[in-house]
């Protein structure tokens, strides 16, 4: 296709014709769902329809009293070994044909990220009390 365009002299300014036209789809299309579900979705309005929803519960407390900074730092934590575990699969599926060097490269990543384990498991990092 781009051959053609190419061939005819309109050269890369046609694509970005292509990209303006997809963009505006794009929007057309984002619009046109709001609007439908503007016009669907039932709009009665009620008390316990403006009250704060919380995993189906009523809620308790004031929704804007301040969150415990170790809930940030526990999910930081499962972060890290999240991506650890990611880095670790493919290595593990090709370790045959890496030899050693990989090997000794792949244990300094996993003793830098136990070290910082250890760190957060003695300062206390890990309990959720």
Do not use: C, H, N
Not at 20 to 34: N, R
């Amino acid at each position: 296709m781009t051959g053609l365009l190419f061939q005819q002299g309109l050269g890369y300014e046609a694509s970005y014709l292509y990209i303006g036209a997809f963009m505006l789809l794009m929007v057309a299309f984002g619009a046109t769902v709001l609007v439908f579900a503007r016009l669907v979705s039932p709009s009665k309005r009620s008390a316990v329809k403006q009250e704060t929803y919380e995993t189906g519960e009523a809620a308790v407390t004031d929704p804007w009293r301040p969150f415990p900074v170790r809930y940030y730092v526990f999910a930081l934590t499962f972060l890290i070994f999240d991506i650890e575990a990611l880095f670790l699969f493919p290595w593990a599926v090709v370790y045959g044909g890496l030899g050693v060097f990989a090997f000794v490269q792949m244990l300094i990543f996993v003793v830098i990220l136990s070290v910082g384990l250890i760190y957060e498991w003695k300062k206390g990092a890990l309990k959720w009390v």
